[in-house]
T-cell receptor
């Protein structure tokens, strides 16, 4: 089955800096890669996703890049703000209709 | 739409008791997922349904866990008997299917087994 590795497990940045979280996946047939943000005590919420036929996608301060050859994808957050502090999860969906396999999460702390 | 609804939001029970968690998916969604989240193991898929039919229950930890979906608007996850190691946050999520892969999570049920 699919295996997703996520790094780093924790990331501390100063407000205004950029943050990058990286994930690798094992199933070359995976075709859907969402990113979820989970604030303390809340549910995971989708913030951005990308499909395998697209190399990059942006939404205001967040962007996701995908390298199918290397089987890795990354989340980029620019101009970080304290409210960006949360746990971020990457996920990958394997071939066919299958389920999402989640990474272990990255705790992002943005200090004022 | 109110989103995915779960109840109860918090459950505290004693070891050996039966626990039933409930979920109402978003109307019109064909897929329903049950996840368990712990610090040690992260977010784990327990079971998922397509059009009320269980498709993959390989993530269910053992026979003490069971899940049902009697209709398109309701699902239950039951633990009997419960054990302290079952303490976790249990999330239900639903997805439209039909080419849309996005999963929408409910608020979760925080289960504590004493």
């Amino acid at each position: 089955g699919e295996n997703v590795e996520q790094h780093p497990s924790t990331l501390s940045v100063q407000e205004g800096d950029s943050a990058v979280i990286k994930c690798t996946y094992s199933d070359s047939a995976s075709n859907y890669f969402p990113w979820y943000k989970q604030e303390l005590g809340k549910r995971p919420q989708l913030i951005i996703d990308i499909r395998s036929n697209v190399g990059e996608k942006k939404d205001q301060r967040i962007a996701v890049t995908l390298n199918k050859t290397a089987k890795h994808f990354s989340l980029h957050i620019t101009e970080t703000q304290p409210e960006d502090s949360a746990v971020y999860f990457c996920a990958a969906k394997g071939s066919g209709y299958s389920t999402l396999t989640f990474g272990k999460g990255t705790m992002l702390l943005v200090s004022p | 739409d109110a989103g995915v609804i779960q109840s109860p939001r918090h459950e505290v029970t004693e070891m050996g008791q039966e626990v039933t968690l409930r979920c109402k998916p978003i109307s019109g969604h064909d897929y329903l997922f049950w996840y368990r989240q712990t610090m040690m193991r992260g977010l784990e898929l327990l079971i998922y349904f397509n059009n009320n039919v269980p498709i993959d229950d390989s993530g269910m930890p053992e026979d003490r866990f069971s899940a049902k979906m009697p209709n398109a608007s309701f699902s239950t996850l039951k633990i009997q008997p419960s054990e302290p190691r079952d303490s976790a946050v249990y999330f239900c999520a639903s997805s439209p299917g039909q080419g849309t892969d996005t999963q929408y999570f409910g608020p979760g049920t925080r289960l504590t087994v004493l």
